[in-house]
């Protein structure tokens, strides 16, 4: 009988055992840097001529690895493949799919810090941030593992004389798994997991960004016995590779974490029924967010100043769940945006890969750093700029020296309007745009008045307005005296409204049921 599932517990890198095995794991990680990695299709290792590097966003003159490049024709044939699979995948028993998924997270437990270590090197994740991930990596393995032994037999129904009646769940088919790079093992690992758990086959198509993340996650699963066709790597271009997936008439569904505009092309391109195509394609999206704290004039202003730093700026912003608006009561404003600076102003910015254990890291590439700063050059003229608030970004540090890297410091922008373009446009970077609210019910609209509903918080001493906010509060995540980021399985199932995605609550008990059909089955004695 298995152990009942809860939440991988953290660890503390101020206590010398954890801190001394993360330096271990960096170091074992540092002499595997370079390495190439070929795709997988139809179980058999496929390498090409054409390639493309994996670099690490605070030195990309450092090469993480070296993935060989699918193409459209290759894409095809993981699709054909993954078909093909399916017939045999699909009739395995749900329980043995089950245990494969919770060998691999006893696997990850074994190697938790070693996988936290690529992430350092691949995204810039802190340590914390990291060994978070990796932990929610196993929680969702452990969790979907065992939703799927309830979920495999024969489900209740109303009994009726003379017949025996059941209803099963049954798997889908081929399903195309995208997701993103800043969750790079948690979110792409439950994706994956929960489809394959369900008996479908999976063409998955990592994030270019870290790619060889999602390689050591399949390595993972292959080491627990999961057959090597089941999982097909197809690491590629998303016009040319993803496209091909999505669009192809055997594909039955698709997964897919990232953004907003991402998601509403593949959620298109989904909906077209291709020729020979005998079903309408699911589509499972999970797509970006402007979310926000709101603390009104009764509320713990430390407490708040804590989590909305922690929600701002944790892996620099870079989450689809942090707090991007700050939406204060006029009477504890100015309080709550000193408290707020002061606590930014302590933040530590560098190569997390140093013994340092930096708060904050690079962000993921020169196309996010770009577009990060030119939204402060929107911010400035939208609203108060307070800094410097940490050191520079040419000041920070990097394993080789002087920081070559992506370094973004945070940024604090005040008095901005509810509609300005960083309060309403979704920037993943380290910007926290703040608005004062005349009210409660002023901060409510404000803190609704974007197309997103992902995550949310309240800080409030007032029993009415968290009340209130359970009920009108419309977010999919919403948190009440503490921060707005850092969901666990099982304990808040993630997802959100509106252009955030299509509510589907990763981590939750009918997670599962996206990735399966139900089946009435009679007979009649």
């Known amino acids: 009988m298995l152990t009942t599932y809860r939440p991988e517990p953290y660890v503390d890198f101020s206590q010398p055992e954890p801190r001394q095995r993360m330096l271990d794991a960096l170091a074992l990680v540092k002499s595997q840097l370079g390495r190439t990695y070929p795709l997988w299709i139809g179980g058999q290792a496929v390498t090409t001529k054409e390639t493309f590097t994996s670099v690490s966003p605070a030195d990309p003159n450092r090469v993480v690895g070296v993935m060989c490049k699918a193409d459209a024709a290759l894409a095809d044939r ?13 009739r395995v028993d749900p329980d043995v799919r089950a245990r494969v998924l919770i060998k691999t997270a006893a696997i990850m437990r074994r190697r938790v810090y070693e996988l936290s270590a690529w992430m350092g090197y691949e995204v810039s994740k802190s340590w914390i941030e990291a060994y978070a991930d990796t932990c929610e990596t196993i929680d ?12 495999g037999g024969s489900q209740p129904v109303t009994p009726y004389p003379g017949e025996e009646n059941e209803l099963r769940y049954i798997p889908l088919g081929v399903g195309v798994v995208i997701p993103p790079w800043n969750f790079p093992l ?31 996650m399949l ?58 195509q005998i079903w309408l394609k699911r ?192 977010v999919g995540n919403l948190y009440l005296n503490r921060k707005c980021t850092g969901a666990l399985v099982d304990v808040q199932p993630f997802g959100g409204f509106n252009m955030s995605g299509t509510d589907s609550k990763a981590g939750g008990r009918d997670y599962l049921l996206l990735f399966l059909q139900g089946k009435s089955i009679t007979e009649r004695w």
């Open 219 to 276: 390595e993972c699963l292959h080491e627990a016995g999961l057959p090597k066709d089941v999982v097909n790597f197809v690491p590629g271009p998303g016009a040319s590779v993803g496209d091909t997936m999505v669009t192809h008439p055997l594909t039955r569904f698709i997964s897919f974490t990232g953004s907003r505009d991402v998601g509403v092309g593949i959620y298109e391109k989904a909906s077209k029924v291709q020729k020979g």
């Open 186 to 216: 948690a979110i792409c690992t439950g994706m994956t997991s929960a489809a394959l758990v369900c008996g479908n086959t999976v063409c998955l198509k990592p994030a270019s960004t870290s790619p060889v993340i999602a390689a050591k």
């Open 140 to 151: 969702f393995l452990d969790f979907y593992g065992r939703e799927m032994m309830r979920l």
């Open 283 to 474: 589509s499972v999206l999970e797509m970006g967010g402007k979310d926000c704290i709101v603390v009104d004039e009764t509320a713990d202003v430390e407490a708040a100043a804590e989590g909305v730093v922690a929600s701002a700026f944790g892996f620099q912003g870079q989450k689809c769940s942090a707090c991007s608006r700050l939406i204060a009561h006029k009477d504890v404003y100015d309080d709550l945006l000193d408290r707020v600076v002061a606590r930014t102003k302590k933040i530590t910015i560098g190569d997390t890969v140093l013994p340092d254990n930096f708060f904050m890291g690079a962000v993921i590439d020169d196309k996010a750093f770009a577009k990060i700063n030119e939204y402060i050059r929107i911010g400035q003229g939208e609203g108060r700029w307070i800094g410097p608030l940490s050191e520079r970004p040419e000041k920070a540090r990097s394993e080789s020296g002087p920081a070559q890297g992506y370094f973004i410091p945070p940024t604090i922008i005040e008095g901005v309007a509810p509609n300005a373009r960083i309060a309403q446009e979704e920037i993943f970077g380290p910007v926290l745009a703040v608005i004062k609210a005349k009210d409660f019910d002023d901060g409510l609209a404000i803190a609704n008045g974007t197309e997103y509903g992902l995550t949310g918080a309240l800080y409030s001493r007032d029993r009415f307005r968290l009340e209130r906010a359970r009920h009108e509060f419309h």
């Open 78 to 90: 993981a699709v054909r493949a993954a078909a093909e699979t399916f017939k045999t995948w699909s």
